[in-house]
């Protein structure tokens, strides 16, 4: 056999295949049943891996490098997260299927800690949570899709998780399936813009602990609550249509201090938007309209800032404080509502201040309805 016919053959049997790319930096090509992880060890910054077929293995990313898939290329992690980023900042995964199977309580199937890259264009599936991210990391997640494969009853895990301090960018990304679509606990704050959440058992959003953030333009429909605020957290929402939630379109709980600008809750099961707990924050220029129950509902000890909402065609009232509900509703339109505009319990003690009710077709439905028995403070 010729020398050149002896290279030819040898290149064909290597692990992967090595194309010149401009500055210096070059493509690895892995096929199926080959190390990606041997591959990554031999690049240099700038470098790209692309994966082709099925690959058994826990990835561990390298800083400055891309790891992208060709079409059917899917990494599959076992008994640990498919791949993981460490510290390292330049990394971009993109156009790859990521699976894991036996993964720890709490663990995803990809691993973003303390990390800065970007995750694009991905389906992201296992037994667990889907993307974690974890410490200070603030990573890029943009146009992934999160789903579970064979969605127990149940429910089960978090589509994106952001723990830690952790923030970064999550943008139009899919979440269902899972327990919560995406969940933001500890004191992450990231942005999330334009992401889908549908079908999840508990919450579309959720927000714990310490948490903010901002999120903006979110859909989140069919969960049990469109967005959940709870425990001391604090996070922006603003222009997220919530629809057709089986419970609430938002939920504010705890000691949670929201601000909520401009949503859309439309169709829920309950009411568009609730305050319970000790709860407080503002809710400003909101639509809540087509609710089973209430516009927006206030109980508890709950005490927000109601500011230029719209609450019409709500099966109850459109704003509704009871229990030892205070804060303060200052020029809410609510109009067409079955039971009345604004309802005030007997213990309830709410400052209101030119509000408007319009009642097209039941004109002996009142703007105010307040409890005769309730005490005075109320300044109507």
Known sequence: MSPTARHTLLLASLAWLVLPLAAGAATWEVGPGQSIQQALTRTKPGDVVRVQGLHRENVRMLADVVLEGLPGGVIEGEKGPAVTMEG??????????????????????????????????????????????????SPTLVHNTCVKPHPPADGGGIGIVYLGTAGGVARDNRCQDH??????????????????????????????????????????????????????????????????????????????????????CEGNHQCGIA?????????????????????????????????????DENGL????????????????????????????????????????GEHDGHPATPSVKVSPTRKAGMKA
């Open 275 to 311: 305050f319970v707990g000790e709860s407080s924050g503002r809710a400003r220029q909101n639509t809540c309209t087509r609710n089973r129950f209430d516009g927006i509902s206030v109980l508890g000890a709950a005490a927000p800032d109601l500011l230029h909402n719209t609450c």
């Open 317 to 356: 009232s459109g704003i509704h404080f009871f229990q030892q509900a205070r804060g303060e509703a200052r020029e809410n339109v609510c109009r067409k509502n079955a039971r009345a505009g604004i309802v005030v319990g007997d213990r309830a003690k709410p400052v209101l201040l030119n509000n408007t």
């Open 88 to 137: 390292i900042q330049g990394w971009s995964v993109r156009n790859l299927t990521l699976r894991a199977r036996g993964l720890e309580t709490g663990s995803g199937v990809v691993e973003v800690n303390s990390a800065r890259g970007e995750l694009r264009d991905c389906t992201v599936a296992g037994d667990g949570n889907g993307i974690v991210v974890r410490g200070s990391a």
């Open 179 to 264: 327990s919560s679509g995406i969940a933001v606990l500890n004191s992450a704050s990231p942005l999330l813009i334009r992401n889908t959440c549908v079908r999840n058992r508990v919450s579309g959003m959720a927000y714990l602990e310490n948490a903010g953030g901002v999120a903006r333009d979110n859909v989140c429909t069919g969960n049990k609550v469109g967005i959940g605020v709870q425990g001391s957290s604090k996070p922006k929402l603003s222009r997220n249509p919530c629809r057709k939630n089986s419970l609430q379109g938002i939920l504010v709980a705890g000691k949670s201090a929201p601000e909520l600008l401009q949503n859309l």
